[in-house]
């Protein structure tokens, strides 16, 4: 060993060591600094009830005109409510305005249209790549101030015979479109010129807000999504309270905060076919081109069942992603695969830290507690090594999963600084996998009733 390497290694160790202190310190801290920094929006108290612009409570009546009119009235008057009172409404994409609050009512429900000519070409992402593809059920592009919320029912109606069936291989090569997005931002196509839409099939989200401040939704239930369902991206001051998302189609995430700032979601229930919530930042060079991360969500007092991450970071962080925190959440389900997982490879790249999961209860996940893997998808080989440093999981029990650890960095690219203390993980079948991760300290950890070691 050179004497170059050594004193290098050594001030590597004392900076980690620095960095769990303050993980170890400032978890808690740093949380609720960030929870003061997050604020609901609020509205002008005038009220645009969609039946006055012509919606019709039938569930049958295409009401997106007199939708668009109410919203339109109630930007124009400053803002305010834009309500659907009880009743059924059948509608095409919804584009919100600023200052305004689209309000479902109790009793009420928003059906959207399962034909894609109800829902025009616009700027927007799909799975972290930027095109102009089908609107967003609801959506709002550089707006402040907009909500969603009521304790009514928005339905996708998506199912096995329309929009899933684009994923489920009902249709002639349902992934080409994918792989065709995916091969121009790794060309850097300009995004005007990603032009899918009509005749293609990539699905639309159901709430995209992008590039907006100050945003919440809050109260409603959503199910049958076409794909994920709350997807802020380049958001700042996002609040995702109450919400309960019951669908299990394909890709239907509950909630993916993508290159936002300042996120919180709290007291939501996911019932989903995907990751419950997965926390993104762009994917391959498209992520890195627009190169904004996501920093600071806070999920706590959320309920996740069915799903495969409870809480998920990635699969696309090549923006990066810093500063989560996941606290006092439920987990449970023979169906839901992890609870913490961590996923990236060599060609997504990113840098994934300052991550805490304490005060969490798991019933039972099918996989890991805890999974970080460098290995997901197209694995090792790209150019761009992944980064997972400072992971803290603290007072978690969990009563059965296969796995308590599921660890594996790269040789080249090992996962560093993660912390396990004052855990109790029970009815583990298998032992842990750690593969290539640096300085993990086990504190006061139990395993099927014995003390945890490295």
Not at 197 to 202: F, K, N, Q, V
Not at 271 to 289: L, M
Not at 315 to 328: C, L, P, Q
Request: hydrophobic fraction near 35%.
């Amino acid at each position: 060993m050179t004497r170059r390497f050594f004193v290098g290694g050594m001030a590597a160790a004392s900076l980690m060591r620095r960095r769990l202190a303050g993980a170890e310190t400032g978890g808690s801290a740093r949380m609720q600094a960030l929870l003061k920094r997050i604020h609901a929006p609020e509205f002008p108290n005038r009220t645009f009830d969609i039946t006055k612009y012509g919606a019709v409570a039938d569930g049958k009546t295409d009401s997106t005109d007199a939708i668009r009119k109410a919203i339109e009235a109630c930007a124009a008057a400053g803002g305010g409510t834009v309500l659907a009172p009880r009743g059924s409404f059948l509608t095409g994409a919804i584009h919100l305005k600023s200052r305004t609050n689209l309000h479902i009512a109790e009793g009420a429900t928003v059906l959207f249209s399962t034909d894609p000519k109800q829902y025009p070409l616009t700027f927007t992402r799909f799975e972290g790549t930027e095109c102009m593809n089908y609107s967003p059920l609801i959506y709002a592009f550089e707006q402040n101030d907009i909500a969603v919320t009521g304790t009514g029912a928005l339905d996708g109606q998506a199912d096995a015979g329309n929009w899933w069936s684009w994923k489920r291989g009902t249709r002639q090569n349902p992934d080409a479109d994918r792989r065709s997005l995916v091969a121009m931002g790794d060309k850097d196509v300009p995004v005007k010129d990603r032009v899918f839409g009509e005749g293609h099939y990539l699905r639309p989200n159901f709430f995209q807000p992008y590039r907006c401040h100050n945003v919440l939704i809050e109260g409603a239930s959503i199910k049958r999504s076409p794909m994920w369902e709350v997807n802020p991206v380049l958001c700042k001051n996002v609040t995702v309270r109450g919400v309960k998302i019951d669908s299990h189609g394909p890709n239907n995430d509950g909630c993916d905060p993508e290159c936002c700032t300042d996120t919180l979601i709290e007291g939501c229930v996911f019932d989903t076919g995907d990751d419950c919530i997965a926390i993104k930042s762009g994917r391959n060079r498209d992520g890195r081109r627009v190169n904004a991360p996501c920093d600071g969500v806070v999920v706590r007092n959320c309920q996740m069942k069915d799903g495969h991450g409870g809480v998920s970071i990635g699969s696309e962080v090549s923006g990066g992603i810093r500063n989560v925190f996941v606290d006092n959440c439920r987990m449970d389900s023979p169906h839901l695969d992890r609870a913490l997982r961590i996923k990236t490879n060599s060609y997504r790249g990113g840098e994934i830290e300052n991550i805490y999961f304490a005060n969490t209860t798991v019933g039972q996940v099918a996989q890991a507690v805890v999974d970080i893997d460098f290995f997901y998808e197209e694995g090792e080989g790209g150019p761009f090594k992944p980064v997972v440093r400072n992971v803290t999981v603290e007072n978690v029990t969990s009563q059965k999963s296969k796995y308590a650890l599921y660890m594996r960095g790269y040789a080249s690219a090992p996962i560093s600084g993660v912390r396990i203390a004052n855990c109790k993980f029970d009815n583990v079948a298998q032992a842990d996998v750690m593969e290539h991760v640096d300085d993990v300290r086990l504190e006061n950890d139990v395993r099927n009733g014995q003390p945890m070691k490295k």
